[in-house]
């Protein structure tokens, strides 16, 4: 049987990125993140 990761570990291995960058993607300007 295969052994699934919790929330938090999937959480805590992912890859953080800046919300300027994220936003930008979707065509948010950076005067609008927080």
Known sequence: M???K???E???GA???PI????GKIGIP???LL
């Open 2 to 4: 295969a052994e699934f």
């Open 6 to 8: 919790s929330d938090i």
């Open 10 to 12: 999937i959480a805590r």
């Open 15 to 17: 890859r953080k990125r």
């Open 20 to 23: 300027q960058e994220v936003g």
């Open 30 to 32: 950076g005067e609008h």
